[in-house]
């Protein structure tokens, strides 16, 4: 039984008010911090973020019925605080991340083990000593008959790394447990001191397959802390970069999935037509990927050949079609796509989990309409919503929702406005800041402080992955081992994004 | 069927032609080859993919020389679940010391004659993660790289050039 009683959003900040990017900041004392702790679990509101910054522990906070965000901090007391995760399970990993990069100590956390740390550094990001390389023990599976299937970290495709840990009952997985943290590479101790636009180049590589989404996430907070205005024009182009990196890996990734449900045929299909996009993004922007193309105070480059854009997606949109047809109407692909890989609704809503994960699941949010920020807050479009939370249902979400992402491109290249690409960076003022940038695969949060030097003091980057991997889990429970790739593809979780 | 055979004969496939290797890259490779290679590979070389750090960027770029466009196997190259089949240790990213024990291990599980191609910025100087207490070094620190593909990421044609690059010096060498 919880001792403590939930406080809501509203008591705790008050009449404090939002800053320029939306979100309350208060100091609040231990009582209160558990207090907000316990809200969460009781769903009064979002865990959003949690980061350890400068001696102080943060939480970034939504309570959407209320249409309220806010960062509360507490101070740590001879390094420790009270953990949230001793209330709210969706903040164990983030907490034992913390404690392997800071030291910091999350009193009360169910989990003594590290997360990032594997024991091979010899410094931790604050600069201290690291500790000793201990054994990780994975949580046990007993039962009769049980056996242990170690996979990763390197694996059998190109994927990023990773070690999943499946105990099964013949085909049947009883528990998988997933490690990561191999490709940890300290990217909040990297951007400290640096110019922010020296820092941009980094925290565009948190995870490279979102990189415009951090990109735009970082910009914004940066903009928010110093008072920068983007220019028109800069926001329109972001808009349209963002909705063509959603739209390249919906359509990628959709061909992947029916290629672990063996239809090769859709995925050369997709691949093929993903990679037509790239080729005509690449003389719209300079860069396949769009990497480093918008930097804080705006973009760093302009449209530079609308006409091969717009056919390239005009052409991909007609083959998605296509090939969605030829999905919906092969029973063998939707054998092993329907019912495979249910993830419940209670269990979204718990971890706030973003993106076509939560949204295929029913949970109701996105960044572009529940956050809003340019030039989303103009443009209409529809959050696309299904509630069986199997492989078959993040496959439709991210069908309708690259459509959508068409839709908007296409009215954002209709209101283009002329004028400046990129405002100034002005310098000698401090200030701090956050932000939120829906990528494709959900949510990407961004705070950062500035000091009066103009260099990062901290930056801290959340993933939606944090929030969805642990739903992976959960999603294979009862599953065969041969549908655990197409529930992996499904989810499609960063790596890199989650190991900072 | 008839729109497929029509599509066919007016539009022909989607598969670009062979790029021409630079020719720093072939004199990379042949001295790489001319040093280990010892018994005829032909045109045949199994790649295994390692990501010992990157962001994800190259993985996509890696996985796009396999699409129809740039179509990989057709050089007789093709990717392979298991470094005990792999000729072509092809490597991402800054080596972190946490997959530093890993790629280690990965590259005494390949089988002699092996060659390693260190695709992207982070691979050969650890690009923008230089310097992090995280970071192990280049992947020429932790095994020994054959052929280098720069680039942040290098496009799907640079890895092509890389990976051809070993292909004729292997042929070369075979006459």
């Known amino acids: 039984m919880r001792t403590v009683a939930a406080k809501s959003l509203a008591e705790i900040i008050g009449r404090t008010r939002p800053a320029g990017d939306g979100f309350a900041r208060k100091d609040v004392a231990r009582p209160e911090w558990t207090a907000l702790a316990v809200g969460c679990a009781e769903s009064w509101h979002d865990l959003f973020a949690l980061w350890f910054e400068g001696g102080r522990m943060r939480m970034a906070l939504i309570d959407r019925g209320a249409g309220r965000r806010a960062i509360v901090s507490v101070t740590c007391v001879r390094g420790a605080y009270a953990a949230v995760g001793h209330y709210h399970a969706p903040a164990i990993r983030l907490e034992r991340a913390m404690r392997d990069l800071y030291g910091v100590k999350p009193e009360g956390l169910p989990d003594a083990r590290a997360w990032l740390d594997h024991g091979r550094w010899a410094r931790r990001a604050d600069g201290k000593k690291a500790k000793a390389p201990e054994a990780y023990a994975f949580l046990p599976a007993e039962g009769e008959g049980l056996h242990q299937i170690p996979v990763g970290p390197v694996h059998a495709g190109i994927i990023e790394p990773g070690h999943f840990r499946f105990t099964a009952n013949g085909e049947a997985v009883v528990r998988l447990e997933e490690r990561l943290g191999y490709v940890h590479k300290g990217i909040e101790a990297l951007c400290a001191g640096l110019s922010p636009d020296k820092a941009a180049r980094i925290v565009s590589r948190t995870s490279g397959d979102s990189t415009v989404a951090y990109g735009f996430a970082f910009a914004r907070a940066v903009e928010a802390a110093l008072g920068i205005e983007v220019p028109a024009r800069a926001q329109v182009l972001r808009g349209i970069m963002a909705e063509i990196e959603r739209f390249a890996h919906h359509l990628g990734d959709f061909g992947a999935i029916c290629n672990d449900a063996s239809a090769a045929a ?235 | ?105 990965t590259y005494a599980a390949t089988p002699d004659p092996k060659w390693v191609v260190a695709v992207g910025d982070c691979a050969h100087d650890c690009g923008v993660f230089a310097g992090s207490y995280a970071v192990a070094g280049p992947v020429s620190s932790v095994i020994p790289v054959d052929v280098t593909v720069k680039g942040c990421p290098p496009p799907p044609l640079e890895i092509l050039k890389g990976l051809l690059a070993l292909v004729e010096a292997t042929v070369a060498k075979a006459r």
């Open chain 2, 1 to 105: 069927m008839r729109q497929l055979l029509l599509n066919a004969l007016l539009k022909g496939p989607a598969t670009i032609p062979a790029p021409k290797v630079p020719a720093d890259m072939l004199a990379q490779a042949a001295s790489a080859l001319a040093a280990r290679a010892r018994r005829k590979l032909g045109r045949s070389l199994a790649i295994r993919e390692v990501d010992a750090g990157s962001c994800n960027g190259c993985e996509l770029e890696i996985h796009a020389i396999n699409n129809p466009v740039y179509d990989v196997e057709r050089f007789g190259l093709t990717f392979v679940a298991s470094p005990r089949h792999a000729d072509v240790l092809l490597v991402t990213g800054p080596v972190t010391h946490n997959m530093r024990e890993a790629l280690q291990r």
């Open chain 1, 266 to 500: 859709i995925h050369a299909r997709c691949a093929l037509w993903r990679e037509k996009l790239l080729q005509a993004v690449a003389q719209a922007f300079g860069h396949r990927l769009m990497m480093d193309c918008i930097v804080p105070g705006g973009v760093a480059v302009d449209l530079a050949e609308e006409a091969g854009l717009s056919e390239a997606l005009d052409a991909a949109e007609k083959r998605l079609g296509h090939v969605v047809r030829v999905y919906d109407g092969s029973p063998s692909i939707l054998d092993r796509t329907v019912s495979t890989g249910i993830v419940s609704g209670e269990l979204v809503h718990r971890f706030a989990a973003g993106g076509f994960v939560g949204r295929a699941s029913g949970r109701d949010f996105d960044c572009r309409r529940d956050l809003p920020y340019p030039p989303y807050d103009a443009v209409d479009f529809k959050v696309v919503l299904r509630t069986a939370g199997d492989v078959n249902a993040r496959a439709w979400v991210r069908i309708e929702e690259a459509r959508e992402s068409i839709a908007i491109i296409r009215k954002l290249l209709d209101r283009l406005p002329e004028g400046p690409l990129v405002a100034d960076i002005p310098a000698g003022r401090a200030g701090e800041g956050a932000a939120v940038a829906e990528a494709f695969r959900g949510d990407v949060f961004v705070a950062v402080s500035i000091g009066k030097d103009g260099r990062i003091a901290h930056v801290h980057a959340r993933d939606a992955s944090w929030f969805q991997w642990p739903l992976l889990e959960a999603a294979i429970e009862g599953n065969i081992v041969a549908d655990f790739p197409l529930c992996n593809k499904s989810f499609n979780c960063s790596y890199s994004g989650h190991d900072i």
